[in-house]
Structures are given as C-alpha cells and as structure tokens.
C-alpha cells in the first residue's frame, strides 16, 4: 500500500486546536496502521527553543534532543510514537537548508526562487522522512491560519504534493471557527466559507471540514457549509468544546470521521476506544479531590506547564481523583503561609532569577510542614540549593545562573557548557539514562535499577557539594551512568520530597502516567 497523507490546515483565528485535531484522528486510525506526524511552523526561528514561554507556550523535548513545538507533546500522548526532530519543520529550517544547498552549489548556477525551490526543500524533506520510516500514513499539520503570509510556501508544497502522489493518497482536512454570536443564539457559517474561499484561492480543495463550536453542529450549518464550501454534508464534522483534550477522539468518532477518511484514502482501521473512554470516565467522576500548588514564574500562560497538566490528567485517570491547581506566582510571593493549605507543591522547571526566591520558600513550606513536594529540573536545583541553606548551614548558597557571586555554588554550569555562544540547540537537551539507589523511593516508583527520561538546562548540582549533601541527609537516588551528575534526589522520612533534573512529564501518557508525578499525586492523597 503506498504511503497515504492528510494534510490539517486552519482558518480563522489561530489557537483553535489543530494540533489536537491532528493528533485526534491519529489515534482514531492507529489500531492497524503506522502513522508519523509532520508539523510545519512559518516562523523563521529554527525551533521554539530560544522562545520565551509568553510567546509560544511550552517547549517540548524529543528524546533525540530536539526542542520542538508543543503540539508534538500531543502527538506522543495520542499516537503512542516518540516523534523525532526532523518531523518538525519551521520557516527557518527550511531557508537554512536552502542557502546550505546554494552555496553549494547544488542549484547550477539558477536563480534560486520560492517556487520551485523553496516549495521542492519542503516537500523533499518530508518525502525523505517517509523513506526513512516508512510509514502506512503521514499527517501533516500546517501551522497557523491560512493567510498568513508565512505559511504561503508551506500552503504552495501541499497543493503541489496532489500531483506528486497521487489524488487518491491524499486528503486536506480544513479546521476552522463557527461561532454563536452573544444574543443572537445561531451558529455561523459565514467565517468558515471565507476561510475555505481563503485556502481555494491557494489551490487547496478541502475534503473535510471540522467546524470548531461550543455546540453540536446543526443539520442546517452542515448543509450551508456542504454547499458553500463543496464538501458532502457527511464531512462536515463537529469540533466541540470540551472540558478535556481527551474526548476529541470520542467526538469525532461520533460524527463519523474515521469512516469518511477509510473511504476517501482506501484504508481501513478501525478504533477502539473503549480503554480510552474508561480513563475519561475516571477522569469525569473522580472519587476524591485534591489542590496541588503550581510555584513558578509563567502561570499566566498556563501552556507553559502543558505537559504537566496532562501528567496530572494521566494521574487522574489511574486514581480517580480530581487535582485542583493552585498557580502561586513566585516573583510576587510573600506570604508563605498561602501555601499551607495544600496539599501538594510542585515546581515546575524555568530559566533565570525571577521568582527564584519565592520557589525557595515554597520549598522549605514543603519539607518543614511535611507537604508532598515535587521539583523538576530547576525545581531540583532550587530544592538543593534550600537544603544547603537551612540544613546544612551554607548561608548565602545559590546557583552561579542567579548569583555569579555565591559564596557556595552548590549548583553551577555544566563545564562543557562554559564557552557556549549560542544559546539554541546547545543545553544538555534529550534522553538521558540515570541509575537508580537500592532502597530509594524513586527506585520504587519506577520498578527498576535505571530508567531514561527527557532534559533541558545547563546546570548541575557541584560535585564540590555532594558530600554534604549527603551528610546531612539528602538521598542522590539516581545519578548518571557515570556518576557524575545527580539526576534525582529525596529526603527519606518525608511523606514525598522527590526532585529530578529531568522533565519526566514530557513522557507521561494516558496509559502510563510519568512514575514520579503518580507517587506525588497518590501521596498528596493520603491525608494524615
């Protein structure tokens, strides 16, 4: 069977789910067949990775070290794949591998133009990843809104791949808006003719139509935007509001999308969800409850902490509780007490001096009031540097990334990080392997001797520091293969004090929640 596309555009306004949509229909078809996802972004930085969290949310790490947008973190949850960096291709990735290959020389003298040759990098490049994979289906998401000016060439290479390979392997499924106006209480159809009108300018014929609502479409929307837009009313599928990412796939089996695309791409793979909606279910009537407080300095953009809201969905769905979160912004904490109320606290990772001080004290709320404390990658950091503080006596102990001037750097720079000028691609970035200690509480959660989990950062815990740390009580429970570097530490005698310079949320999934957040959230259930 040749390989087979579907190709995932949005019109309108951005921010409506594609991402979400694309990784919906991914798990909708993946009981038979191998799928990649492909995400093209028009922004001319090379990744996300030097991007404030403001700006475009979380930045999710591959295992092969790559930084790549946040929709990515949906494709593994959904698609149960470890997507790889090439599979995400940006603007400025595209225009370097353009000037690479004409100062090589490899255009023969041409004038090098967006069409063919910026439009023929593109699609040559998801061609190579087809051929390195081989995958049954490849789903491509175009980022942002058609009109945008920078995803024109991304637009162009789609239309152009019909003719490549071949009409009947390919479909384009258009995401867009229909709205309710206030007071008028109608569902309008008008913004999606004109955002289809927008992509058929392009070339672009959509196949399918999801109409993102807060309610059900009517029978009469989908017949207006069958007839405006040229699609069976059958393909015109609703894209509901919900509480939870989760129930997107449930949803579109509902409005029969897995069939349409069975018959339009010749395949067959049917779903079944009946896992999936047993963990909804969980989710939906959760037994107990609990607040979890969330120190850190983005908590106005609460896609800066994604992935650890949905290890907290992944924890909810296993133990049938439902986890309140607390954002605690620590660049204005000053009351401590706030915190006592709770009934776990987690400090999520970050960059910088702000609000450091403040996640410090959340810290030492945790470890002297006994509340379950989880920390990740800075959260370890600043949990090692209020251990030096108030336990062992080392007045003034910082990391040399907030003060240079320290007069105890119980955390500093990864030597080999010392003359690094760029600041993209250049952390410890990716999958690394930690050891586990006999008889730790880490070593228990995980249920073995060694365990491989994602990073992000360039600073360590100084191997200066390590024996009086340890003398004075904190367990190194897991540490790099060769010793070096602390990986994850934990107080014993603590209800749950455990902290990892890892990002253990980037691989938590709905079927295996990360094992460090459901030791957290079953320990924030046991009330004393």
Not at 459 to 486: A, C, T, W
Request: glycine share 8%.
């Amino acid at each position: 069977m040749p390989t087979k596309y579907i190709i995932v555009t949005g019109g309108v306004l951005s921010g409506l789910g594609k991402g979400i949509a694309v990784a919906s229909i991914g798990h909708l078809l993946s009981s038979r067949l191998k799928i990649i996802p492909i995400k093209c972004d028009g922004y001319l930085n090379v990744d996300p990775g030097t991007m404030n969290p403001f700006e475009h949310g979380e930045v999710f790490v591959l295992d092969d070290g790559g930084e790549v947008d946040m929709d990515f973190g949906h494709y593994e949850r959904f698609l149960g794949v470890t997507c790889k960096s090439k599979w995400n291709l940006t603007m400025g990735k595209v225009f370097e591998m353009v000037r690479e290959k004409e100062r090589r020389g490899d255009y023969l003298g041409k004038t090098v133009q967006y069409i063919p040759h910026v439009t023929d990098v593109i699609k040559g490049h998801i061609f190579e990843i087809v051929e390195e994979e081989k995958p049954d289906l490849v789903l491509v998401e175009i980022g942002g809104t058609v009109g945008d000016i920078e995803n024109e060439l991304f637009l162009e290479a789609m239309r152009q791949m019909r003719e490549d390979v071949s009409r009947e392997n390919i479909i384009y499924v258009h995401l867009t808006y229909v709205p309710i106006p206030y007071g008028v209480n109608e569902q309008k159809s008008k913004p999606t003719q004109q955002s289809v009108n927008l992509l058929k300018q392009r070339g672009i014929f959509p196949d399918i139509i999801i109409g993102r609502c807060s309610q059900f479409l009517t029978k009469e929307v989908k017949s207006k935007i069958s007839n405006f837009c040229d699609v069976a009313p059958e393909a015109v599928i609703t894209g509901l509001d919900v509480d939870d990412i989760y129930e997107i796939p449930i949803i579109f089996e509902k409005e029969g999308l897995p069939e349409i695309i069975h018959k339009k791409l010749n395949i067959y793979s049917p779903p079944d969800l009946r896992k999936w909606k047993s963990y909804i279910d969980n989710i939906r009537h959760p037994t107990e409850e609990i607040t979890v407080a969330m120190c850190g300095k983005y908590t106005r953009l609460e896609d800066s902490y994604a992935s650890i809201l949905e290890a907290f969905n992944h924890c909810s769905a296993h133990l049938r509780c439902k986890i309140k979160v607390k954002w605690v912004e620590t660049t204005d904490l000053k009351d401590p007490r706030v915190l006592e109320d709770v009934d776990g606290i987690l400090v999520p990772g970050g960059f910088g001096s702000r609000g450091t001080e403040g996640k410090i004290q959340a810290i030492k709320v945790a470890r002297e009031k006994n509340i379950p404390f989880l920390g990740l990658c800075l959260g370890l950091q600043l949990a090692v540097i209020e251990f030096a503080r108030n336990v062992c006596g080392l007045q003034g102990a910082n990391s040399t990334e907030i003060d240079p001037n320290t007069p105890y750097a119980v955390i500093d720079i990864l030597p080999e990080q010392r003359n690094v000028v760029n600041k993209g691609g250049t952390m410890r970035l990716g999958a690394y392997e930690a050891v586990f200690k006999e008889g730790t509480k880490v070593r228990s959660l995980y249920g073995t001797d060694r365990a491989s989990e994602r990073h992000r950062h360039r600073y360590e815990v100084n191997p200066e520091f390590h024996e009086i740390l340890q003398e004075h009580g904190m367990v190194f429970s897991g540490v790099s293969k060769d010793g070096r570097l602390v990986e994850f530490i934990e107080l014993p005698g603590h209800k749950y004090f455990v902290a990892t310079q890892s990002h253990p949320e980037l691989k938590s999934r709905m079927e295996r929640p990360a094992p460090l957040f459901y030791g957290f959230i079953k320990a924030c259930l046991e009330k004393d």
